[in-house]
């Protein structure tokens, strides 16, 4: 078969391609269609440019693609609340008119028979709203201005459709190939009920007209989706490109019997400068026994478009592609179940053991269960009423507010709670903290310890590290937060400078984990080593290398993060 057939033999239930597809063999992506064109062309690695929404987007040279600067200065929609004073959608109707037939001569040309002429469509639903005003007010608006949340989601989601109909009606593709992420390696970013109730409805729309039109629908999402997997499949998914390891994909496999074709498997854990040759085929060999045989899966890099950062490490994946099909294989028959992940959920110890009486103890239980549940101003109100009976602003801290964090933090990492509800916590947090901050130095009040805390030389990616920061203040521990792009000399210097007892560092390209090492080579060149702690954390991020560079710490995730940098701070 062609990569195009087998392509196509793979979107049946019952179908039966004669050999594994390697990676983006059947797909030609279009990527210089006038829509792209107008879009996305000031996008060039190794620079910095605003895009046609006004968002600035940096490509640094060494990251699989670009990504968007949201600061306070820099966001386009600055309040949800009046998102039409800021907002404006490209007028693509207007400015991408032209230049259609060479472009179709083009892809005809390349796809031939062999290939599935395929329209790309980058920065889905969810990735615009968080482009446009960063991912913290993205999420923290689905609980405090749903209705203009909505409103906004609307807004793109009919520029959207105009956007796939233009597409479809002047390039005549054969696929459509979006991009949309929503969780990290682990997790949704919200809770799958949430999901459903502001995207599913959006994208069943914006599927279902694609599938109407006879068009193949695939969704790029390097994320953990499991908990929303038959969603997918409702709304009119094909194709689920960027299906992490994590995914349990044998599992996955078992449960859509063929209503679904899982695309990826090969992470970016080891697309890697460091990556030798018997690690890379290791790997690959593994995922492929380990999926292959479940059938509707095609090995491939997680990423949205092909290719690998290193380019040491795309050839080897797809020679080891290469001899799995030139083997002889038997059918696999599964017999069993394999278990899922079951994560352990720690509980929080009774707390308020120093307050004497037993309302002061039921108040301080609901600042806790006040700031779980994200009830800003009542815990506000809480904090303001444990001050006025005489609770010291320390005990408020540790007895109150330090628990519900602590909770929220195991259920973050069971996957009972997600990043909004992180987020929304950590601002009720603030705001008691605002109330508490003055009270604590009359009350000889200090700190478990200090940690400085940043994203490694290289990568502009934040989230992980704000939710790091988010739970160790919670924990207790005063954070100096040095942003992103932080070389290891300034880890360094801060934590001497600032006299910090941690220094934490996070990273999600593995272009730029070698920092890391650098890190620990500088601390222990400025003698600091015997007394400060070196945590390390991130998607590609792994106990073997923490062992390997010489750092202390290493942990799945930010409330893990949080309790190990407690843990040693005790000792």
Request: proline share 5%; aromatic share 8%.
């Amino acid at each position: 078969m062609t990569p195009k057939e087998l392509f196509l033999e793979l979107l049946r239930p019952d179908g039966q391609p004669d050999r594994q597809l390697k990676q983006y063999e059947a797909l030609h992506m279009v990527l210089n269609d006038p829509i792209n064109a107008y879009l996305r062309g000031s996008r060039v690695r190794g620079t910095t440019a605003k895009d046609r929404w006004g968002t600035t987007i940096s490509f640094p040279m060494d990251a699989p693609g670009p990504m968007p600067v949201t600061t306070e200065e820099l966001k386009v929609c600055k309040d949800i609340a009046h998102w039409q004073d800021y907002v404006h959608a490209p007028d693509i109707e207007a400015n991408c008119q032209e230049g259609w037939e060479a472009c179709i001569r083009e892809a005809k040309e390349k796809a031939g028979d062999r290939k599935l002429i395929t329209g790309f469509m980058a920065t889905g639903i969810f990735e615009q709203l968080h482009f446009l005003m960063g991912f913290e007010d993205t999420l923290t608006a689905l609980y405090e201005y749903p209705d203009e949340l909505r409103e906004l989601i609307e807004y793109i989601t009919d520029y959207r459709m105009r956007y796939v109909k233009l597409l479809i009606d002047r390039l005549h593709p054969e696929v459509i190939f979006t991009h949309d992420d929503w969780g990290t390696k682990e997790a949704l970013f919200m809770k799958p009920e949430m999901w459903r109730e502001f995207f599913k409805e959006p994208y069943r729309r914006f599927y279902g007209y694609i599938r109407e039109q006879g068009v193949i629908t695939v969704h790029h999402a390097d994320s953990y989706l499991v908990p929303i997997i038959e969603d997918m499949v409702d709304v009119g998914i094909q194709v689920w490109q960027g299906t992490l390891p994590e995914n349990d994909i044998p599992a996955l496999q078992r449960q859509l019997n063929g209503r679904m074709v899982l695309m990826g498997g090969i992470g970016a854990a080891i697309d890697r400068p460091d990556a030798g040759e018997t690690e890379i085929r290791d790997y690959v060999r593994s995922t492929l026994a380990r999926n292959c045989p479940g059938g509707h899966y095609i090995p491939c890099i997680t990423y949205g478009l092909p290719g690998t950062v290193c380019p040491h490490v795309d050839p080897v994946i797809n020679e080891e592609i290469d001899l799995y099909n030139a083997a002889l294989h038997m059918p696999k028959f599964f017999t069993a179940e394999i278990p899922h992940r079951i994560r352990g959920v720690q509980r929080t110890a009774s707390t308020g053991a120093d307050v004497q009486d037993s309302r002061n103890t039921e108040l301080l239980s609901a600042v806790s269960d006040a700031l779980t549940r994200g009830r800003r101003k009542q815990v506000v109100a809480l904090t303001e009423q444990a001050l006025a009976q005489g609770i010291s602003a320390q005990t408020i801290l540790s007895d109150g507010l330090m628990p519900g964090m602590t909770k929220l933090g195991d259920d973050f990492s069971a996957g009972k709670a997600f990043v909004p509800e992180m987020l929304i916590a950590a601002r009720c947090m603030n705001a008691a903290l605002d109330i508490l901050r003055p009270l604590f130095a009359s009350e000889n009040s200090t700190s478990l310890g200090k940690a400085c805390l940043g994203t490694v030389k290289g990568d502009m990616h934040d989230i992980g590290k704000n939710l790091v920061k988010i739970m160790m203040e919670g924990a207790g521990i005063e954070v100096v937060d040095l942003g992103v792009d932080v070389s290891a000399e300034t880890f360094v210097q801060t934590a001497i400078d600032e006299h910090c007892d941690i220094i934490a560092c996070s990273a999600l390209l593995t272009t730029t984990m070698n920092e890391m090492r650098r890190v620990v080579e500088i601390a222990e060149e400025r003698g600091i080593r015997d007394h400060i702690k070196i945590m390390i954390g991130g998607a590609p991020i792994t106990q073997e290398f923490c062992d390997e560079i010489g750092a202390d710490i290493y942990t799945d995730d930010a409330a893990q993060a949080a309790r190990a940098a407690a843990a040693a701070l005790r000792k």
